[in-house]
């Protein structure tokens, strides 16, 4: 279980498109086997392709990927 503290990107409690934003908690961190077949990504399904997946994790975890290490991350996910 991991908590990626999301919250540190938005105001909780507030309200968008009539839902109130709240902090996710611990999440399951899933298995990354098979993971090309299993799309959209996330509990809650809000990145729609691998690559969105990385450039999530590139800008949460701030470790500033390069172009070239996003393409690799995928192309391993994609051989899982
Ligand atoms: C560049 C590095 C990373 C990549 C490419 C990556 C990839 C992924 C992918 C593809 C998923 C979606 C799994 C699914 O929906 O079935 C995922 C989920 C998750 N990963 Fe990572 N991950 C990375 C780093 C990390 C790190 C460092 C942590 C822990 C500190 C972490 C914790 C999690 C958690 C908690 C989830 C579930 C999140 C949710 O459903 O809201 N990941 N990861």
Do not use: C, S
Not at 46 to 51: E, G, K, Q, S, V
């Amino acid at each position: 279980m991991h908590d990626l503290k999301l919250e540190r990107f938005y105001k909780p409690r507030r309200t968008v498109n009539d839902m109130v934003e709240l902090p996710d908690g611990p999440i399951k961190t899933f298995t990354l086997r098979g993971i090309k077949d299993t799309p959209p990504y996330l509990h809650d399904g809000r990145l729609m392709t691998l690559a969105d997946t990385v450039e999530f994790f590139n800008l949460v975890l701030g470790v500033k990927l390069t172009q070239d290490e996003k393409d690799d991350l995928v192309a391993y996910m994609l051989a899982l």
